[in-house]
């Protein structure tokens, strides 16, 4: 009997042994429908969990909340317009006309994605930009043709470098009104450029404060300065994640719907 026994599994050995592929391949296949069952097992699960959750309720509105970036383009610029398509959200950028000749496939993708694009000057050189109210409105009217050849579209929003007060004058003021410009500064600075990369949370708090302060004050439409810089691009998700978990709407400037916001207290700005 045990010799029987023996021969049997001599024999069966010398059957099995030869395809081992054939035995490998049976107990792969129980171990796919065993996953497969496993996974519907879970996903209805899962389903029966989402399905008993409470639905949470959308908090409720504060206030319009615009991000516009400073002094690109450059390769931040890029960095931040993923980040904005990754939370389909639309911001505003100021460009610098010497860096638009230099990076035009950046320009391009961002007024492609529906984002707004002004100028912030040609130079933004103090002496050169608040020379003289010629020669600004020469920085102005360049920096807004570079954006016009590269989009097709002649922007009417500016934002000037160091922002409009105490830099821009009358006779500035003049001329911006005479070319239908409107002028645009900020409500809350980020403060973004003082911070290392390292940093970068400060970044975040302020905008948390300066917003804060701004919607209690009766803000409607809040305007942030940002810059196209390499810290910023590591605060931006934190700061859109913050700003859409208090109910804040970000959009993008719109010119049939213009904002006055100027330090200069110009309404027709
Ligand atoms: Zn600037």
Do not use: C
Not at 90 to 100: A, N
Not at 113 to 141: C, L, P, R, W
Request: charged share 25%; glycine share 4%; no cysteine.
């Amino acid at each position: 009997m045990i010799k029987l026994l023996l021969s049997f599994s001599l024999t069966l050995l010398v059957f099995i042994l030869p395809f081992p592929s054939v035995s490998l391949a049976t107990e792969s296949n129980s171990s796919v429908d065993h996953t497969v069952v496993e996974k519907h097992i879970n996903r209805l699960l899962n389903k029966k969990i989402e399905d008993s959750r409470p639905p949470v309720p959308p908090s409720p509105k504060k206030a319009n909340v615009y991000l516009t970036f400073d002094d690109g383009p450059n390769k931040f610029t890029t960095i931040n317009l993923q980040t904005l398509k990754q939370y389909e959200v639309s911001g505003t950028f100021f460009f610098l006309g010497k860096h638009m000749k230099e990076h035009e496939s950046i320009v391009k993708a961002v007024a492609k994605n529906g984002h707004y694009i002004g100028t912030h000057s040609m130079t933004h050189d103090k002496t050169k930009v608040y020379k003289n109210a010629e020669a600004f409105i020469q920085e102005i009217n360049s920096g807004v043709s570079l954006i016009e050849q590269m989009t097709g579209h002649n922007p009417r929003l500016i934002r000037v470098p160091y922002g409009s007060k105490p830099h821009v004058t009358t006779a500035m003021q003049d001329k911006l009104i005479k070319q239908d410009y409107k002028l645009w500064d900020w409500d809350v600075d980020s403060n973004d450029w003082r911070y290392t990369d390292k940093q970068y949370k400060e970044i975040v708090k302020n905008v948390q404060l300066e917003t804060e302060k701004a919607y209690k004050s009766g803000d409607k439409d809040i305007i942030i300065l940002l810059h196209d810089r390499s810290q910023t691009t590591k605060a931006l998700p934190l700061i859109i994640e913050w700003l859409q978990e208090e109910g804040y709407t970000l959009k993008t400037y719109e010119e049939e719907r213009h904002i006055v916001q100027n330090f200069l207290r110009d309404k027709s700005l």
